[in-house]
Structures are given as C-alpha cells and as structure tokens.
C-alpha cells in the first residue's frame, strides 16, 4: 500500500507548501542556515532601526515568518507588494485576493487579517482616551487604518457624546466599488439610540482620489439639516482614499 506523503514538518499553512508554489517558498527540502541566517539579519534590522530602516518586502517577510516557518519567504513577499502596491494595500486586500496570489492560504491570510484588526483597534482606543475635536490626526490616523485600502465604499460614523468623546464607530453602510446608499434618517435614528450629540461622517473612496463629489456633499447637508432640529450636531464629513483625505468642513463645503 503507497505511503502517504507527509506534510513538511513546521510548515503552518499548506497552501504555502504546495508544489505549485511560487520559487523560494517551496524550500522546505533545503537546508534552514539559508533563509534562517537570512530571517535573523532582517529581526536584527527591525529591532535596531523600526520599521522605517526597512522596504515594504522586508517588513512583509517579518510577518510571514510566523504563518511560513521553514522557507524563504522574500520571493511570495515581493510578489505580494508588486501585485498590490504596498504593505498596506496587502495586509488590507481581501482574502479572495489574496489567494490568486500562488502560496498563499489560510494561514497567511489569518497573519495578515490579525495584523490589520490591531491596528485598527489601535488606532481607535487612541480615540477613546482623550476628546476627538483636540486630537484630529489621531482621527484621520484612525479612518486612514480602516478604511483607505478597501475595495469596496463602506459608510462609517463616529458618534460623540457632549465632550466629543468616542461614544462608539460603527460602519453604517457597505457598497459597490464605487457606491454607497446612505439614508439620512437611519443615520440620526441611529445616533438618538446610542445618545449622541455629534457626528463624524467618514466614507472612502476605494478609486484612491478623496474628492468629495455633488453626491458626497449633498447627502452630508442632508443629514446635517435632519440632525440640527434633534440637537446633533454634524462635525464634519471625512473621505478618506489610499492618495490622502478630504475634510468637507476644512473645503468649506459644509
């Protein structure tokens, strides 16, 4: 009876071991001073220098160390920043995405996918702890982390209690590449149940350009005009894009 062949010990994502894989992340046969020399030299790099001292591929490499142990993983590293563009644009595409990439499964995905819910929970305790009108970078820092790289329009609301304190961040609404139905009454209903007195209106722009368009501006006077006459006030309205961020207040459009 054939014996079945064993999965290479230490390999913690199958789909990165496949045969079908790309060069470098099918070594489990080589010999480990290769790629484990190489892995101490970038940690040692990381520790003295942060992130900044290395290129997107590096910093990537660091994070699929942990779901590839045994492999060289700068190959499927630099073929994920030139498929995506950036860092962030991996650590934030979709899982569907994510597994055209040749070697990459589950286990990738998860590293990937716990990284970007860190940084997003983050970035929103830093909102909690102190009022959202005196920390406006901490905000922008926060939108940018959720939402600049997603591939479809999603609706988010900061709601705010009476000393602009975080009450609560909720996406409201997710849509099409380019579309997201917002219902100005849902909004403000929504902000009455959780007791809000203002609003911070966030969308992205998954296109990359945050231009607010007629329908941006429109639809935030709107909601503006439903929430004034219930004592909720409208802050401002955020669009956030992989190129930057507009502020519909700082255009002076609201």
Request: proline fraction near 6%; glycine fraction near 8%.
């Amino acid at each position: 009876m054939a014996r079945k062949k064993a999965t290479p010990e230490g390999c913690a994502d199958p789909e990165g071991c496949r045969s079908d894989s790309p060069p470098g992340v099918t070594g489990f046969s080589e010999t480990t001073s290769h790629f484990v020399g190489h892995r101490e030299r970038l940690r040692d790099r990381f520790r003295l220098g942060g992130a900044d001292a290395m290129p997107d591929y590096e910093l990537l490499e660091l994070v699929l160390f942990r779901a590839v142990p045994r492999a060289d993983v700068k190959p499927l590293a630099k073929a994920l920043v030139d498929r995506f563009g950036s860092f962030a644009e991996v650590i934030t595409a979709s899982p569907g995405r994510l597994r055209e990439v040749k070697g990459v499964g589950d286990a990738i995905i998860t590293e990937f996918k716990v990284i970007g819910a860190a940084v997003e929970r983050v970035t929103r305790e830093r909102l909690r702890a102190r009022p959202v009108l005196s920390s406006w970078s901490a905000v922008i820092a926060h939108c940018r982390a959720s939402m600049a790289y997603a591939e479809q329009e999603q609706f988010r609301i900061l709601f705010l209690d009476k000393r602009n304190q975080l009450i609560l961040d909720e996406v409201q609404q997710r849509g099409t590449v380019d579309h997201t139905p917002v219902y100005p009454r849902e909004v403000v209903k929504r902000a009455l149940e959780v007791a809000a007195s203002a609003l911070i209106l966030v969308h992205n722009h998954p296109s990359g350009d945050p231009t607010p368009s007629n329908a941006d501006i429109q639809m935030t006077k709107t909601i503006i005009d439903v929430a004034r006459p219930l004592g909720i006030e409208v802050h401002d309205h955020i669009i956030v894009g992989k190129d930057g961020h507009a502020s519909l207040k700082g255009l002076r459009l609201i």
